[in-house]
């Protein structure tokens, strides 16, 4: 055992459970990292045949985990081609800052994603349901956070 190891205030640390439930269009998310947490951790419920936006983020990176039900990601390959590949059970994917995506519920699933905090731009490319690209203010009145 080490006798070096730092001493920390424990006046912040805190055992209660936190997720809050966001709809929309395609389905919802579970967010079940708190707000202040250096990086987020989210559950995307895709419903069947529901995609997501084709977008790219200049701030944030993602990866994901699929838990069942099947999807498929449509997104950039290192010739900045646009390629679909079906996310396979038991393996993870990431995605890079400039990197176009959009995630597609092949049929009702359920995907866990961690992300670099939820910050900058998401330039929704396309959109299925004409929503504005997601701006820090946008992503306020989304989450009905006024």
């Not at 936190?18 to 202040?36: F, M, N, Q, S, T």
């Amino acid at each position: 055992m080490s006798d070096q190891a730092p001493t920390f205030d424990p006046a912040d640390f805190s055992n209660d459970p936190y997720v809050k439930r966001i709809e929309k269009p395609w389905g919802y998310e579970l967010h079940w990292v708190a707000e202040d947490a250096p990086y987020i951790g989210k559950i995307l419920h895709i419903n069947s045949g529901a995609r997501l936006s084709l977008q790219i983020h200049d701030e944030k990176q993602e990866s994901w985990f699929i838990i069942n039900g099947q999807a498929k990601v449509l997104w950039d390959n290192n010739k900045g081609e646009l390629i679909e590949t079906p996310l396979q059970p038991g393996q993870g994917y990431s995605t890079k800052i400039g990197q176009r995506h959009r995630l597609i519920g092949v049929t009702n699933c359920d995907i866990v994603e961690v992300s670099t905090p939820e910050r900058g731009t998401t330039w929704r490319l396309e959109d299925d349901y004409s929503r504005p690209d997601e701006t820090p203010e946008q992503r306020k009145k989304e989450r009905n956070e006024n």
